[in-house]
């Protein structure tokens, strides 16, 4: 396995099989968390969890209905114990929600007991992804760009923590899943 030569099957069911813990994905809404999780889930043969779905299960109703409900700050609260949770369940791969990490005492269960995995993006291809669904609270009321770009320099310097990095361009998101396990196979 050298950086020209790309993994092979045996060679991502190893970097599999060496990763003693779940893989959490973070960063901003629309960088393709769910989707590239789903993928790199299959890809090394475990199991995904969508955060934002299991909030939704636990509490039985949408991520907006709890922000308009009780605000922002409930929300972080049963994010975090329900991120918890997936861990501790040992989850293979989680995609957090675009605050998640933001979070001191949610961040410190993700580092303490995760890889976290940055997926990070250009502000365009970000409006142009998050403009296909109307459900995301922090995008409303305002310019997505501007809300987007103000969120992201916010936010940098706590999704810079995490040991990996890795860029979603424009393009498919197997690309970014297998940037992601060979990132993994440098970090191990």
């Not at 999780?37 to 090394?44: A, D, K, M, V, W």
């Not at 998640?100 to 365009?124: G, H, K, P, Y």
Request: hydrophobic residues 40%; negative net charge.
């Amino acid at each position: 396995m050298t950086a020209n030569t790309p993994l092979n099957r045996t060679d991502i069911a190893r970097i599999s099989a060496q990763l003693d813990r779940p893989i959490a994905l973070v960063g901003l809404m629309g960088v393709g968390k769910s989707t590239v999780g789903r993928r790199l889930s299959g890809l090394l043969g475990r199991s995904f969890v969508d955060a934002d779905d299991a909030i939704e299960a636990a509490a039985q109703r949408s991520i907006s209905e709890i922000f308009d409900a009780h605000g922002e700050e409930y929300f972080r609260d049963g994010e975090r114990r329900v991120i918890a949770r997936l861990i501790e369940e040992g989850t293979g791969v989680i995609a957090t929600g675009g605050g998640a990490f933001i979070d001191d005492e949610t961040r410190n269960v993700i580092l303490n007991s995760a890889l976290a995995v940055w997926i990070d993006c250009d502000i365009d291809t970000l409006v142009e992804r998050t403009s296909r669904r109307n459900s995301r609270p922090l995008l409303r009321g305002g310019d997505p760009k501007t809300i987007l770009t103000d969120l992201m320099n916010a936010r940098r310097q706590f999704y810079a923590q995490a040991p990996i990095r890795v860029e979603s361009r424009d393009g498919p998101h197997s690309d970014t899943a297998h940037a992601i396990i060979e990132a993994i196979y440098e970090w191990l």
